[in-house]
């Protein structure tokens, strides 16, 4: 009995090594990439946007399940991106707290979109913006993304988000263009510059 | 087949000595709570401190495990003394997971995790556990009346039948205690502690001997159903500290990897290895241990599918792979690295000061103890010879006093040293958790490193330095947390960024081909971001100006 169940771990171990093996290889030469959110915003100021584009779309009741999940993962990566800008600890406080507060009532009832929900994400939205605003033009740059390995041939870190949905782009540029997002906003282009063209 | 055979057995033998270098700290420790255990408490003693047969037992074990910073092989000298003084199994259960699980130390580690009360939720779940194992274990596991205790090296085993209910005389006193003390240490240590602990570390040594090199890095993904089941099989010969076991759980939680894989990492890989389960099978028999072993694997593994989705942190996108898990797999990746240097590099990168003092301690007690066991000596010659008849029967051993020297009552003794080593755990917390100033001093040393390898495209040295700057920035954010009660919001979520960043240069550097614009991008990103993180704990917004 003893032997058999040592055999049948050492069997089971086989399979989670064997299972794990598999993918030994790409991660040995760390042929790996770095997975993005197709939402992933390039910089606060294009979170702004993206979460006024999607607060739109709820308004004209034109929401989905996907659409409220790309808003909620908005709403919680809005102090990240304001704490990665230079912007004060005092204005981040509120953006923060704002955030927290939208996410646990979103925790408490993922499907209840109504006009409170909205108007506390517009606030959050309108708290990001003035701190946004706050920043000297050569501040308002795009964070730094973790890009495929894959890609070795174009060095450029595609700052983009460009939905599967999305039209025939061939140019990554940094534009912004999903499905939410036809009318661009002030925030867009010319607002914010790539990381990679930063001088420091 | 013969590469791959050497490769399996050279990775083996490095893992096995990296477990034993991060053991002995702790080994030490429990070596010497069971020597305090065996030499100021008699058996009563021992057993009143874990509960006795109350109802307390299973959580008393639990809440005394907790204190004392011991790792799963620190746990086994403290488990032989504590079965020689026939504590319930249900309660040695509960001590023997829940001490390595969780110490000071590690929970206050917890703090720099971006959201900590995942922590205390685990800790919680992990007590639960314990309590459930061990009161399982105590109804349906062990017919306790059917196992003998061992009396291997026992000083007083002469009249231990006629006193399992009631104190045993602690017959040696004063300078001869101490030095029985160091004599029992040194022959448990080149004895069954010794033993039971090679078997724990072979754990790991086996595991890199079958796992290549990184290929636990994409097997514990959020999304990947089986990630906690693997993890299971992983985690049993796995031994890992409590600081190890809680630093996998803040990069699984930074890469977004399963949470319930993280949970029974934390339960299982820190909590037991061979050494433990072998020594339990010895003690209570296979068929015991492994109703024990079987109840506990359903129990965790239940829990970790509950937990897996809903402790996912929201908004964090998961990464493809993690590093975590590289230690418990084989170091060596291509055969050129199996070269005796190879070998010594990376045993030195573990060879700290805190290494070199507990193994050069360790390795005197072992010396002394082999000595001792060849010649035959043990704790009992150092027994005062009996008293006459006359002696007072309130005083059996009739200890005679000395001018100002007074008798005091074992318990008494060593109730003192336990809170001495409660209290010597709370000054460690605060020594390996040093104030801000002293960790931006040394952050401004390994930064300046870090940084300039990386521009320089040094990408070894940047390796070895990056996760250094990483461990820094926890301490001093728990030294924060220490010395102020607080760390606030921003502090936190700049630390989180600062740690996101290293993590990416990390990755970055150990490329084939590392993309040279992208670490420099990199490198300028961090000095901002470490600029932002110095500041929130410099110039802490207050409200009041």
Known sequence: MRHLLLVAYIACLGWASVGCSQQANQTATHDHHHETAPHMPSSLGDLCHKMRNRLKMINKRQTSPQLEAELTDLVSWAPEFAADTDIEESLWIPIYESSEQVRASIEKDANLWDQSRVENIAQLCQLSEDAWMTLDADERIDRYQPHSHHDHD????????????????????????DHTDHEHSEHDDGDHQPRDQMKR | MNEFFFKAVFGGVIRTGEAVLAATPTLLVGLLVAAILRFYFDKAGVRRIFGGSTVRSLPQSWAIGML????????????????????????????????????????????????????????????????????????????????????????????????????????????????????????????????????????????????????????????????????????????????????????????????????????????????????????????????????????????????????????????????????????????????????????????????????????????????????GIDEKKLVPAPQTKTSSSANPVGPTTHGMDRIVGPNVVGFTLIMGLVALSIVMCYAFYPSREECFEEIRFIRADALSAANSGDYEHAKFWIPRWDEWSRRMEVGVYLRSGRVTPYQRMQGFLLRQKLDLLEHEVEHERPDGDAIHTLVVELMATNARWSSAYRKPFSPDG
């Open chain 1, 154 to 177: 174009h060095h450029d870190h595609d700052h983009t988000d460009h939905d599967h949905t999305d039209h025939d782009h061939t140019d990554h540029d940094h534009t912004d263009h």
């Open chain 2, 68 to 375: 004392l910073p011991v790792c799963s092989i620190g746990v086994l000298p403290i488990l032989l003394e504590m079965r020689r003084a026939k504590v319930k199994p249900g309660a040695m259960s509960a001590f023997a997971l829940s001490a390595p699980l969780f110490n000071p130390l590690s929970l206050l580690y917890g703090v720099t995790l971006s959201r900590p009360y995942v922590i205390l939720m685990f800790a919680a779940g992990s007590l639960f556990l314990v309590t459930v194992v061990g009161w399982v274990w105590d109804r349906f596991g062990v017919d306790d009346t059917c196992v003998d205790v061992p009396s291997e090296a026992s000083p007083h085993h002469h009249n231990e039948n006629s006193s399992h209910q009631h104190s045993e005389p602690t017959a040696i006193i004063g300078i001869r205690r101490l030095l029985a003390m160091f004599i029992y240490a040194g022959r448990q240590l080149a004895g069954p502690v010794g033993a039971w602990s090679l078997l724990a570390v072979c754990g790991v040594g086996f595991l890199a001997a079958v796992l290549p090199w990184g290929s636990l890095g994409e097997a514990m993904g959020r999304d990947d159903w089986w990630a906690p089941a693997r993890m299971v099989f992983v985690s049993v010969p796995v031994y890992a500290t409590p600081m190890l076991a809680m630093s996998q759980l803040g990069m699984m939680f930074q890469h977004a990897n399963s949470p319930g894989a993280a949970f029974i990492l934390l339960v299982l890989g820190a909590g037991i290895n061979l050494g433990t389960i072998g020594w339990m099978a010895k003690q209570f028999g296979s068929r015991s241990v492994f109703i024990w072993i079987v109840c506990l694997i359903v129990i965790v593994t239940s829990i970790a599918y509950a937990v897996n989705r809903p402790l996912i942190p929201p908004g964090v996108t998961p990464s493809s792979h993690t590093h975590a898990f590289d230690v418990y797999t084989n170091p060596i990746h291509q055969l050129n690295s199996t070269s005796s240097k190879f070998a010594l590099d990376k045993l030195a990168e573990k060879f700290g000061l805190v290494e070199q003092i507990a193994i050069t301690m360790l390795a005197s007690l072992a010396v002394v103890g082999f000595v001792l066991r060849l010649t």
